[in-house]
């Protein structure tokens, strides 16, 4: 029996070099991309698991196995080149796309290829030489084509044998044209007798050998099975783990792949609307086994009480474009980077561990501050659910007689924010682009952020009070060039020393011109008696670096921050926050908090009833938040991937050594974390705060 199962191995393996040997073109083909993939997994640093290079190997393998079934070479190569081609189209676009956001493509961006012109605006630094390699094998069959035409072609040759035995340039243009001299009428017809013939017999041979398949049916057999059985080793993936990994892409393409994560992506596309909720009523349910989990085990006592100490205030919330939290307080070459935040943040309340709860765009961010609820894909919960009944930080502050309005200077259609803002959240007055024309002074093809806040500053003069609006700066978006600032040098203080020219020294730069602009913002509304009576909420959008981008990394160490990649996960969504509220000055808090935090103190701190939220005080004394991708995030500790790790370390955290309690804790915030996530997909794709009867009820249970 054993020799038997034995010779069957041999066999197969036989089969297996005999079929490589055999099908020399496709074994090439294949390797090639394999080896396009190595470098895809280099551009976007990923570094794959164990079993990726066998998956991927498999896939490539099985993508390019319809070039088996022609004999004929040409008809070979090009399906070869075709299938390849579209492979290639894919790695490239993802390449740039992750260059541009730090992202993969994914079909809910469909309804954002209209915003291609953003992308378009910073193609020059997307594109980089080593892109190139993914086509290359295209060019060295181009030119290989050229030449081997050119050397099999008669008059090619006549012509190559007249330039090397000709004497004057005359003679070469002499006997050139009597190659092409016209030949007789008899030789002409002879001629053509001769190609209709040639033609014919041609036709018959290929019609014999079209459809016919390789003589390796076994070959292909075994191809197909090892392939198959590495989409199924890639495919059988528990769902609540595919849940997390599908949130954390580069983990998901890390271990099925870039061609895994489109297949998960288009799966989760078509299924966007399956909700594990489906009324109010489990949404309190499941709220309340949240609380039993980790709010009645949490300290709930606060650092100061806000409530009402802003009644009638006037509001404005600041988003600033990618100001992360690693560069306040920082300095570079003696030079403070971000001096005007630095003293807003001291001068008031200063939030040191303020986490961005997605990893997507400026709008995802806006969708979390507003309605206190995570984000779904890259801006999709803008794109598919701008007509949903929301109770947000605008619309509800309207019911007690604030003026609302929204201010940004793009596109009114840019993130959907017209419906949103305009018809859904139902703003008094919608301030974009046209409303701040003319653009005088332009900064990365935006309005520059000092000019925007002049502006702003006029508008807000003429609005009723109190007033509440959403503010939305921009000039220090990637690819954070902001050429076109007039007095460029006076304005920008911050030297990058050795990061100068690469994307690190131009976000730098960028930052610190964005914080010139907001230093200006502060002395416009006081000249205008609009800073002492308001409060202003100030916080970055997401992450501004690729998670491991080497100059940031170099930074970071040389400035002392502890640096593991554990240490660069929570970086990517540790953002710039501070508030000021009249009557609260001086006070850092460095317990981590999130933006889904930000409605519910607000509300409270002005007097406005909440509805529903999912965030928390800020000024509550709890040691936890969530962050989208299924991570949580504590004053010691983050879970990312579903492991538990420790911040200062690294390292991978020994329940063993814990406290009992603490690993229940722990546990415990795994579990309400998922519900919670669960709850705010459940509301926002299945519209379950348009029952306004339901949602008092909510409102009563849960005062």
């Given at each position: 029996?054993?020799?038997?199962?034995?010779?069957?191995?041999?066999?197969?393996?036989?089969?297996?070099?005999?079929?490589?040997?055999?099908?020399?073109?496709?074994?090439?083909?294949?390797?090639?991309?394999?080896?396009?993939?190595?470098?895809?997994?280099?551009?976007?640093?990923?570094?794959?698991?164990?079993?990726?290079?066998?998956?991927?190997?498999?896939?490539?393998?099985?993508?390019?196995?319809?070039?088996?079934?022609?004999?004929?070479?040409?008809?070979?190569?090009?399906?070869?080149?075709g299938i390849t081609l579209l492979i290639n189209i894919l790695l490239v676009s993802?390449?740039?796309?992750?260059?541009?956001?730090?992202?993969?493509?994914?079909?809910?961006?469909?309804?954002?290829?209209?915003?291609?012109?953003?992308?378009?605006?910073?193609?020059?630094?997307?594109?980089?030489?080593?892109?190139?390699?993914?086509?290359?094998?295209?060019?060295?069959?181009?030119?290989?084509?050229?030449?081997?035409?050119?050397?099999?072609?008669?008059?090619?040759?006549?012509?190559?044998?007249?330039?090397?035995?000709?004497?004057?340039?005359?003679?070469?243009?002499?006997?050139?044209?009597?190659?092409?001299?016209?030949?007789?009428?008899?030789?002409?017809?002879?001629?053509?007798?001769?190609?209709?013939?040639?033609?014919?017999?041609?036709?018959?041979?290929?019609?014999?050998?079209?459809?016919?398949?390789?003589?390796?049916?076994?070959?292909?057999?075994?191809?197909?099975?090892?392939?198959?059985?590495?989409?199924?080793?890639?495919?059988?993936?528990?769902?609540?783990?595919?849940?997390?990994?599908?949130?954390?892409?580069?983990?998901?393409?890390?271990?099925?792949?870039?061609?895994?994560?489109?297949?998960?992506?288009?799966?989760?596309?078509?299924?966007?609307?399956?909700?594990?909720?489906?009324?109010?009523?489990?949404?309190?349910?499941?709220?309340?086994?949240?609380?039993?989990?980790?709010?009645?085990?949490?300290?709930?006592?606060?650092?100061?009480?806000?409530?009402?100490?802003?009644?009638?205030?006037?509001?404005?919330?600041?988003?600033?474009?990618?100001?992360?939290?690693?560069?306040?307080?920082?300095?570079?070459?003696?030079?403070?980077?971000?001096?005007?935040?630095?003293?807003?943040?001291?001068?008031?309340?200063?939030?040191?561990?303020?986490?961005?709860?997605?990893?997507?765009?400026?709008?995802?961010?806006?969708?979390?501050?507003?309605?206190?609820?995570?984000?779904?894909?890259?801006?999709?919960?803008?794109?598919?659910?701008?007509?949903?009944?929301?109770?947000?930080?605008?619309?509800?502050?309207?019911?007690?007689?604030?003026?609302?309005?929204?201010?940004?200077?793009?596109?009114?259609?840019?993130?959907?924010?017209?419906?949103?803002?305009?018809?859904?959240?139902?703003?008094?007055?919608?301030?974009?682009?046209?409303?701040?024309?003319?653009?005088?002074?332009?900064?990365?093809?935006?309005?520059?952020?000092?000019?925007?806040?002049?502006?702003?500053?006029?508008?807000?003069?003429?609005?009723?009070?109190?007033?509440?609006?959403?503010?939305?700066?921009?000039?220090?978006?990637?690819?954070?060039?902001?050429?076109?600032?007039?007095?460029?040098?006076?304005?920008?203080?911050?030297?990058?020393?050795?990061?100068?020219?690469?994307?690190?020294?131009?976000?730098?730069?960028?930052?610190?011109?964005?914080?010139?602009?907001?230093?200006?913002?502060?002395?416009?509304?006081k000249a205008k008696n609009l800073y002492d009576d308001t409060v202003i909420i100030?916080?970055?959008?997401?992450?501004?670096?690729?998670?491991?981008?080497?100059?940031?990394?170099?930074?970071?160490?040389?400035?002392?921050?502890?640096?593991?990649?554990?240490?660069?996960?929570?970086?990517?969504?540790?953002?710039?926050?501070?508030?000021?509220?009249?009557?609260?000055?001086?006070?850092?808090?460095?317990?981590?908090?999130?933006?889904?935090?930000?409605?519910?103190?607000?509300?409270?701190?002005?007097?406005?009833?909440?509805?529903?939220?999912?965030?928390?005080?800020?000024?509550?004394?709890?040691?936890?938040?969530?962050?989208?991708?299924?991570?949580?995030?504590?004053?010691?500790?983050?879970?990312?991937?579903?492991?538990?790790?420790?911040?200062?370390?690294?390292?991978?955290?020994?329940?063993?050594?814990?406290?009992?309690?603490?690993?229940?804790?722990?546990?415990?915030?795994?579990?309400?974390?998922?519900?919670?996530?669960?709850?705010?997909?459940?509301?926002?794709?299945?519209?379950?705060?348009?029952?306004?009867?339901?949602?008092?009820?909510?409102?009563?249970?849960?005062?």
């Open positions: 029996m054993k020799n038997r199962l034995k010779n069957m191995i041999k066999k197969i393996i036989e089969n297996i070099e005999d079929f490589f040997i055999k099908e020399k073109i496709y074994s090439m083909m294949v390797l090639v991309e394999c080896l396009k993939m190595v470098l895809f997994y280099l551009c976007v640093n990923i570094f794959p698991d164990y079993v990726t290079p066998y998956i991927t190997v498999t896939v490539v393998a099985l993508l390019l196995s319809p070039m088996l079934y022609f004999k004929n070479k040409k008809t070979k190569i090009g399906i070869g080149l993802n390449v740039i796309y992750f260059e541009y956001s730090n992202n993969f493509l994914s079909l809910f961006q469909i309804s954002n290829a209209k915003y291609g012109k953003e992308i378009m605006n910073s193609l020059d630094s997307l594109i980089k030489i080593e892109q190139v390699f993914f086509f290359i094998d295209y060019i060295m069959y181009a030119v290989y084509y050229i030449f081997y035409a050119l050397y099999k072609n008669k008059y090619c040759k006549k012509i190559f044998k007249i330039i090397t035995k000709a004497k004057t340039f005359k003679e070469i243009i002499a006997n050139i044209k009597k190659i092409f001299r016209k030949k007789t009428n008899v030789n002409k017809a002879k001629n053509i007798s001769e190609k209709k013939e040639n033609k014919l017999k041609n036709k018959k041979e290929r019609k014999k050998k079209r459809g016919k398949y390789t003589k390796s049916p076994k070959g292909i057999l075994c191809i197909s099975l090892i392939g198959i059985s590495g989409v199924i080793v890639s495919l059988t993936t528990p769902e609540e783990l595919l849940k997390v990994k599908f949130w954390s892409k580069p983990t998901l393409i890390a271990q099925s792949t870039i061609f895994g994560y489109h297949y998960f992506d288009a799966i989760s596309f078509f299924s966007k609307n399956k909700a594990d909720y489906n009324d109010i009523d489990e949404i309190e349910e499941a709220n309340t086994q949240i609380n039993e989990l980790v709010k009645k085990n949490t300290e709930v006592s606060k650092y100061i009480e806000v409530k009402n100490i802003a009644k009638d205030k006037n509001v404005i919330l600041l988003q600033l474009e990618a100001i992360q939290n690693f560069i306040i307080n920082k300095s570079i070459d003696g030079t403070e980077i971000t001096p005007n935040l630095n003293k807003f943040f001291a001068e008031n309340v200063h939030f040191t561990n303020m986490h961005a709860q997605g990893l997507g765009s400026t709008a995802d961010s806006e969708h979390t501050v507003l309605n206190s609820l995570y984000p779904l894909e890259n801006g999709s919960v803008y794109q598919f659910y701008a007509a949903n009944r929301w109770y947000n930080i605008l619309n509800e502050p309207k019911k007690s007689g604030y003026y609302t309005s929204f201010m940004h200077a793009n596109n009114r259609g840019f993130w959907n924010r017209y419906n949103v803002y305009s018809k859904s959240v139902g703003v008094d007055v919608f301030e974009e682009k046209e409303q701040f024309e003319p653009l005088e002074e332009l900064a990365n093809h935006w309005l520059s952020d000092e000019k925007f806040y002049i502006k702003a500053t006029d508008k807000l003069l003429s609005y009723k009070q109190p007033f509440l609006t959403n503010m939305v700066a921009v000039s220090s978006h990637y690819p954070f060039d902001i050429t076109g600032i007039e007095n460029e040098n006076e304005k920008v203080k911050v030297n990058p020393g050795k990061y100068t020219g690469t994307l690190f020294g131009n976000y730098l730069r960028a930052a610190n011109y964005a914080d010139y602009a907001f230093g200006k913002f502060i002395e416009e509304l100030v916080y970055g959008d997401h992450y501004a670096m690729n998670l491991e981008d080497p100059e940031m990394i170099d930074y970071m160490q040389s400035i002392g921050q502890p640096f593991n990649k554990i240490e660069l996960k929570h970086n990517q969504t540790n953002v710039a926050c501070g508030i000021k509220v009249p009557g609260i000055s001086n006070m850092q808090i460095d317990n981590p908090v999130g933006k889904t935090d930000i409605k519910p103190t607000l509300f409270n701190m002005i007097g406005v009833e909440d509805k529903f939220s999912l965030g928390k005080d800020l000024f509550a004394k709890t040691d936890y938040t969530y962050i989208s991708n299924y991570s949580i995030i504590t004053s010691k500790y983050m879970y990312s991937d579903g492991i538990w790790y420790e911040l200062e370390t690294g390292a991978e955290l020994d329940f063993t050594k814990l406290p009992e309690d603490e690993v229940k804790l722990l546990n415990n915030h795994v579990e309400a974390m998922k519900k919670e996530i669960a709850i705010s997909e459940s509301i926002i794709k299945k519209n379950l705060l348009a029952d306004e009867a339901k949602v008092e009820q909510y409102y009563l249970n849960n005062k």
